[in-house]
């Protein structure tokens, strides 16, 4: 059997590779197809999983991960299925990752290397390219030393070698170090600025606009749903990570009342915690956000451990946005959170919606494919009534020259009345308290009939 590749060399398109893991107390996973997601992933990327093999275990091995009898099983499958790759389901070490090697003769990868082998063939923005360099040199950089394991079969056992073997190797393990630091720097500082960039459109458009992010597991329905409600422009597959950046459109949602809807990068268990650190600003959009629409595949039997994987990033995320909040800026508040339970039509009865029911209350029943489907009044009517908060009927005077006001309330509420007059128009409308206070944050020169000097701004 030939020695495997380097550890530089990771692509695995049309590869034959068996799977592996190792089940921990604690571990999760789907029940009824433990390997299922790996084997998705796997295929996502272009490798043809031939074989699988799952150990249980108390704790891993500290060396291999998977116990040495079962690395000898392993290899054995591999040999038996002519498979030149083993994907592991976990996060490895350098050293494990060189002791498995050993073992099965073939090149190993681990869950983190393959998602971001995906990400690097998706990526086709210059931010997305950049975010995924990013995080493969977070990657690489802890594992140059393994990576330049083969300096040990030059210098020989015990360091004992020819002549300058040890010395230019060394420089060139340095050399290495120095040059992935330097571009780690030069990235962070172009991501910082996009998303810096990214942050004041974001605020700019929370401020002209309610605005609706789509989140939620990879291939759940997201790129689908927002090219429905949409003019699109997503690409929408039934693949895992289909989309790797966001979208923003306007979405009509009738009687006046037009919202930005986005359509985010989809989450996955296990995200490796460089990716979530480099794709920050693609996620801008979801944190500030006015409300969250969580697209949940109920059909898919790991719905909820899909669900729990959500929260949980999103949980993250929100924590991490607090830490970088200025301290005189004010209190982050986290956006208001609805379930979509799509594909509910593939459902053969109604008891998984009655579990969701009460798993997230107010969680709507939908069907993402078409836009007179399963649950699109409901959530019509729903984000219609979020976007406008509590709606009175109200006269507001304001001046004439504030034309970009006045047109944000002929579009966007139902006026009965107007009355021009001294370089002023008083219009009575029904007009809800968001849409007060965008006005008011977009500094319209905006008088409420009745409010006194001590009511302006509250509601």
Known sequence: MSQPKERTDIKIQRERAVLAAVHLPGSRFDERDPLGELRALSETAGASPVGEMIQRKQKPEAGTYM????????????????????????????????????????????????????????????????????????????????????????????????????????????????????????????LEEIQARK??????????????????????GKSTLFNTLTTGG???????????MTRTREWN??????????????????????????????????????????????????????????????????EDVRKRQPKDAPPFEEPEVVVLLNKADKLLDNAPLLMWEREAPGSVPFCALREDGIGHDELHALVRDRSRGEVRELRLTLPLSDAKAIDMIEKRTEVSDREYGDGCVTITTQIGSRQIQQLRAAGAQLRIEGESCSEVGKW
């Open 67 to 190: 116990g040495r009898g079962k690395l000898i099983e392993l290899k054995a499958m591999c040999d038996e299925v002519d498979a030149g790759l083993v994907i592991f389901d976990h996060e490895l070490s350098p050293k494990q990752i060189a002791n498995i090697e050993q073992v099965v003769e073939r090149k190993v990868l681990d869950r983190s290397e393959l998602i971001l082998d995906i990400f690097a063939n998706r990526a086709t923005t210059h931010q997305a390219k950049l975010q995924v360099e990013l995080a493969q040199l977070e990657y690489t950089y802890p594992r140059l030393r393994a990576m330049w394991s083969h300096l040990e079969r030059i210098v020989g056992s015990g360091g004992i070698g020819g002549v300058g073997t040890r010395g230019p190797g060394e420089q060139q393990l340095e050399i290495d170090r120095r040059l992935v630091q330097t571009r780690r720097t030069q990235l962070r500082r172009e």
């Open 234 to 244: 997503a690409h929408a597959n039934d693949q895992l990570f289909a989309t790797l």
């Open 253 to 318: 949602l009738g009687r006046g009342v037009t919202v930005m809807l986005s359509d985010t990068v989809g989450f996955v268990r296990d995200l490796p915690h460089n990716l979530i650190a480099s794709f920050k600003a693609t996620l801008e959009e979801a944190t500030h956000a006015d409300l969250l629409l969580i697209v949940l595949d109920v059909s898919d039997p790991a719905a909820k451990l899909h669900y729990d994987t959500v929260v949980g990033t999103l949980h993250e995320i929100f």
């Open 199 to 220: 942050t004041r459109e974001v605020y700019a458009r929370n401020v002209d606009h309610f605005t609706v992010g789509l989140v939620g597991y990879t291939n759940a």
